[in-house]
């Protein structure tokens, strides 16, 4: 079976791992946590970096610090993980939903500014894939309706937009490290952020807003959200790499494209934008509405033939549990309920070998004849 993910850890993983062990420091207080948070700030030009256990912990922590509450609306694209979702609606805040660009998956941006009402507090941002979303007129409403932006960077780590890191953009940005990210720490996620007042708070809500002298007496509530000390070795070991996968996904991204530029029932990724080259975060392929079958039969297809595939997102409007909850309805955003039918990725990770890649090539070819 070619999985659909797996990653390098072949740097210095085991050597930081084997510091952490040595020395007693698994915890969160050990030594690899600053130095991974000031590293992985650094790198994406911001002043805080605040380690936390997995990226959907980070929007929950970036949310909360925003002091979101009943009443307010945030608004974000349909088409993405429910965690963007959840932590707006785990608050009381409504979710305001927008349909995605059917060629790049990112939000449509020029379909923001008439969904902003009094009630808007805040834009979430997500980039999907691969490629940004097209952040500048995010951005610009935002100045110009004095809005927060929370920037979901969690896919693009390495990516930039208009030469500008992602992870730089907005009030704060989150991270995950996941091990199908471009750096992994097993679970893991990350809040950056130029501003002292929210890094300070997304330390105290990561940290059950414990205080420093009086440590069990509680003001605030927060949730445990440390990371420990072994995931920042590992993270801070594949950061030093990050400069050599980058270009590694590029060159897994090329391959395919070449690959499957004849295979016609499938739209292919975007090579890139006027304001970024994709990074490649997965390769996801969108088949074509004339072709006879969907995402789920094209994935068991293909799984037969021993190849890894995941599906693409479910878009938030069609999420059983909102519907429950009377949220969304009546709504439709056809951009992003297509997609997510006919839309799945192919073997995407970082260890994937060049022979790999042409048998996922060939089994597509039988698939989609
Ligand atoms: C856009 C986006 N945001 C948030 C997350 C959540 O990250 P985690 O899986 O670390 O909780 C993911 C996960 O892949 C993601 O793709």
């Known amino acids: 079976m070619i999985p659909v993910n797996e990653p ?16 007693g420091w698994i915890s969160s207080e050990g030594p690899f946590i600053r130095q991974f948070e000031e590293k992985f700030a650094a790198r994406v030009g911001r002043k805080h970096g605040v380690a936390v256990c997995n990226g959907s912990a980070a929007l929950d922590a970036a949310c909360a610090a925003l002091s ?34 059917p060629c790049t998956w990112n939000m449509d ?41 929370i920037e979901d960077a969690a896919e693009m780590i390495g990516q930039t937009y208009r030469d500008r890191p992602c992870g730089s953009l907005g009030d704060f940005s989150t991270f995950s490290f996941y091990p199908n990210k471009h750096v992994t720490t097993g679970e893991g996620g990350m809040i950056v952020t130029n501003d ?12 059950l807003y414990m205080q420093a002298r009086r440590r069990f007496v509680h003001e605030e509530l927060g949730w445990n959200f440390r990371m420990t000390n072994l995931q920042a070795a ?9 400069d050599e996968f980058v270009p590694r ?42 072709f006879s079958f969907d ?56 260890a994937l070998t060049d022979e790999q890649l042409d048998r996922v090539s060939a089994a597509a070819h039988e698939v989609f004849a």
């Open 109 to 149: 941006v020029s379909a923001v500014e008439a969904r902003i009402t009094e009630r808007t507090k805040a834009i979430m941002a997500v980039h999907i894939y691969g490629l940004p979303v097209d952040m500048d007129p995010i951005l610009a409403l935002a100045a110009k309706h004095d809005l927060r932006v």
């Open 68 to 101: 979101l509450g009943p009443g307010d609306e945030v608004i974000m694209p349909t088409f993405t993980i429910i965690s963007c979702a959840s932590a707006i609606s785990r608050l009381g805040a409504v979710p305001v939903l927008i349909d995605c660009d």
């Open 234 to 242: 590992l993270g801070l070991a594949q950061l030093e790499r990050l």
């Open 249 to 290: 996904k590029r060159h897994i991204f090329d391959r395919y494209t070449a690959l499957l530029a004849d295979v016609s029932s499938l739209q292919l990724p975007v090579a890139s934008t006027e304001y970024a080259t994709n990074i490649n975060w997965v390769y996801g392929v969108v088949i074509r509405d004339d």
């Open 295 to 350: 995402a789920d039969e094209a994935m068991r297809r293909l799984g037969e033939r021993k190849i890894g595939t995941r599906p693409f997102f479910w878009p938030m409007h069609e999420q059983p549990v909102y519907r429950r909850m009377g949220m969304f309805e009546g709504e439709s955003h056809p951009n992003a309920e297509r997609i997510a039918r006919r839309g799945f990725y192919l073997p995407s990770g970082l």
């Open 8 to 23: 390098v850890l072949d740097g210095n993983e085991r050597k930081y791992l084997n510091e952490c062990i040595d020395t």
């Open 196 to 207: 002292d007042e929210l890094a300070e708070k997304c330390r105290n809500l990561r940290n």
